[in-house]
């Protein structure tokens, strides 16, 4: 638990995931084979990716804002959906059953997986094109950028984000970061940072419903929480040092991988 705490909070922090990607399915794939994880039903594995965000999308934030990589305004405006959004998806969590969760997760780590390959590239012709809304500027390292983007589109998309993030336990990193490059031409450099930014925010009220539905087993949430903080820490400073390319390929194949895993589990237990 422990060693999936860090590796969770790690990868996802430098990918500016929230780790959810790697929680979810590692616990699900862990209850088949230890009996120790027989408690993993979706509400609680859900309800318990999401508190550990909390600490994951904490302690990476406090690390990019020394660094002064996190645009705190649209993260602002972004969570106006989001956590609207997010408490809907923890509603919704609560209806869904295990098999049904496990090939509807994998049909979407297949599909988030696939998103990787525009994530990065960093669309230097974004579908909103700089002028349209809030305009944003912003400095880093010297260098400063511009982008902008409409309201109600930004809106709409955080809150699709969000609903994702309530239901799955994703975070909505996977899903927000590619969006604020590809449509609204944010740098890679501040969309990651400013979405553990709003994985914070939003996994904090949306643990708070979960806690409320009672979805949290809190003698094992302990042993994921102290590898969590520590791998957002680490992940936070290394990504300053190396463009994650390595790691966020193994992260495709593994994405793909286990996403093929979970679509067969669910599929033969319908």
């Known amino acids: 638990m422990l060693a999936l705490g860090f590796l969770s909070a790690f990868v996802g922090s430098i990918a500016g995931l929230g780790g959810g990607l790697i929680f979810v399915p590692g616990v699900l794939l862990l209850s ?15 309800g318990m990716s999401l508190l550990v965000m909390i600490i994951t999308g904490f302690s990476s934030t406090y690390t990019y804002l020394k660094y002064k990589r996190v ?6 405006i972004f969570l106006a959906g989001s956590i609207p959004g997010a408490l ?3 509603w919704t969590n609560r209806f869904v059953e295990d098999s ?13 997986s696939l998103m990787f390959f525009l994530r990065k590239q ?7 094109k700089n002028g349209s809304g809030i305009n944003r500027e912003f400095i880093l390292n010297g260098v400063t950028y511009r982008y902008s983007f409409p ?6 998309i ?11 336990g994703i975070g909505g990193g996977s899903l927000m970061v590619p969006a604020m490059i590809l449509i609204f031409g944010f740098p890679a450099k501040i969309a990651a940072p400013t979405s553990m930014f709003m994985i914070f925010v939003s996994s904090s009220v949306s643990s708070i419903a979960h806690i409320s539905l009672g979805h949290i087993i809190w003698e094992y949430i302990w042993f994921f929480i102290p590898g969590a903080w520590i791998g957002g820490t680490a992940g936070a400073i290394i990504s300053q040092r190396l463009k994650g ?10 994405m793909i991988i286990v996403g093929i895993r979970l679509i067969w589990n669910g599929y033969t237990n319908l």
Do not use: H
């Open 158 to 168: 955080s809150y699709a984000v969000g609903f994702c993030s309530g239901l799955f």
């Open 88 to 90: 809907s998806g923890v």
């Open 122 to 128: 960093g669309d230097p012709n974004p579908l909103i």
């Open 245 to 254: 390319n390595t790691i966020e390929w193994i992260l495709r194949i593994l």
């Open 71 to 76: 645009d705190l305004k649209s993260g602002g």
């Open 100 to 112: 049904s969760f496990q090939l509807y997760f994998g049909i979407l780590m297949i599909v988030l």
């Open 151 to 156: 309201v109600s589109l930004a809106l709409i």
């Open 32 to 46: 088949e084979y230890f009996s120790f994880f027989s408690w993993a039903s979706p509400q609680v594995v859900v």
